[in-house]
């Protein structure tokens, strides 16, 4: 079945980088149609998109974060990496990855993990 | 890219049919038949419930239905349960590759 799963630090300082990975399984990253998508929620607020990546490296980054966001994957390893610069404590909150179809929608959900910017 | 506008909450009584709306602009929701609905309960990830304005994903109740007219995107709940109770947002795509949710609304069953 598919399953995405999201890691990286729970904890960051103002100003540094955050680094997210996202190891998928029951499908491949190579799989045409297919890619991951990362959205982020503030604690009791709205979900917003930042960014996706397809199988043929198509990449797409949210207007208002583009310039703070890379994502990039490893097709061999089934990781995702999104990585979010110059974190400030209003980036603070939960980040899920999920699986997204061409022309349609994200379809399979992470579980979410939680991250507190503060000095 | 500004997000969609959700009623902040609706509420009915159990049986009862409900509608949240989504209005979006001419450059997301009205130009593309790419909105879908999200079902999110306290603490767990978003599930998806709609795709592609009024498609139901395997598995997803038949009470869930989608509609769109021009700019505005809507799901209906019909015959209310009490595990409807819940966050939803809809999102559209926005065109170069890009997508936007809505701001939510929280449904509460009386």
């Known amino acids: 079945q598919v399953t995405l799963k999201e890691s990286g630090p729970v904890l960051v300082k103002p100003t540094e980088t955050l680094t997210l990975t996202c190891t998928v399984s029951?499908?491949?990253?190579?799989?045409?149609?297919?890619?991951v998508s990362w959205i982020r929620q503030p604690p009791g607020k709205a979900l917003e998109w930042l960014a996706h990546i397809f199988s043929d490296d198509e990449k797409s980054y949210s207007t208002s974060l583009k310039r703070r966001l890379t994502i990039s994957k490893d097709t061999s390893k089934s990781q995702v990496v999104l990585t979010m610069t110059n974190m400030d404590p209003v980036d603070t909150g939960t980040y899920y990855c999920?699986?997204?179809?061409?022309?349609?929608?994200?379809?399979?959900w992470g579980q979410g993990t939680l991250v507190t910017v503060s000095p | 890219q500004s997000a969609l506008t959700q009623p902040a909450s609706v509420s009915g009584f159990p049986g009862q049919s409900i509608t949240i709306s989504c209005a979006g602009t001419?450059?997301?929701?009205?130009?593309?038949?790419?909105v879908s609905w999200y079902q999110q309960h306290p603490g767990k990830a978003p599930k998806l419930i709609i795709y592609e304005v009024s498609k139901r994903p395997s598995g997803v109740s038949n009470r869930f239905s989608g509609s769109q007219s021009g700019n505005t995107a809507s799901l209906t709940i019909s015959g209310l349960q009490a595990e409807d109770e819940a966050d939803y947002y809809c999102c559209s795509y926005a065109g170069s590759g890009t997508y936007v949710f809505g701001t939510g609304t929280k449904v509460t069953v009386l």
């Open positions: 029951g499908f491949s990253l190579s799989n045409a149609g297919m890619g």
């Open positions: 001419s450059s997301d929701v009205g130009s593309y038949n790419l």
């Open positions: 999920a699986r997204i179809l061409v022309n349609s929608a994200l379809d399979f």
